[in-house]
């Protein structure tokens, strides 16, 4: 029997958000082993002083989709991941607006993956980049004082 993921999960992955995905307003369009495209919608709960996007917001859309792909990813190979760095820059201001962001793998090997995203407006122009280095864990690895499972992608 097959561990490998089915071909696409984003709609299993948009029916058990929860958490941090949920509240940043993540929904996936798409999500392979080779690619997690997802939205999010800047609203004025996202702005920060200056009416424009927290970059926090952009940096937890990086962290969120490189993650979920590492972990389809690891899925298939009964890892799970745990972000050990995230490099997220921003390019341009936005005030308000959808938000599409696309991450690809750099690199998958046996302990780390590099994952890289890319989030653009609806006028298709470049509101910031980043880079995620992430950590594979085998079966009953310690986490944070517990044993981990198996991950799910976006949670």
């Known amino acids: 029997m097959s561990t490998d993921p089915p071909s696409d999960i984003a709609p299993g992955m948009n029916a058990h ?13 798409t999500a392979t082993r080779d690619e997690i495209v997802a939205e ?13 996007a927290h970059g926090g917001v952009h940096c937890s859309a990086v962290e ?22 995230n490099h997220t820059t921003f390019v341009r201001a936005v005030r308000a607006g959808r938000l599409r962001i696309r991450a690809t793998p750099i690199t998958r090997g046996r302990r780390t993956q590099v994952w890289e995203a890319t989030v653009r407006d609806e006028q298709d122009r470049v509101v910031a980049t980043g880079r995620v280095r992430l950590l594979c864990l085998e079966p009953d ?15």
């Open 17 to 29: 958000l929860g958490g941090w995905d949920e509240l940043l307003g993540i929904r996936y369009l």
């Open 40 to 52: 999010y919608t800047v609203e004025v709960r996202h702005q920060q002083g200056y009416g424009i």
């Open 64 to 85: 969120s989709v490189c993650s979920a792909g590492a972990a389809v990813d690891g899925m298939a190979r009964g890892l799970s991941v745990v972000g050990l760095e």
């Open 141 to 155: 690895a310690d986490l944070a004082g517990e044993k981990v499972g198996r991950q799910s992608p976006g949670g």
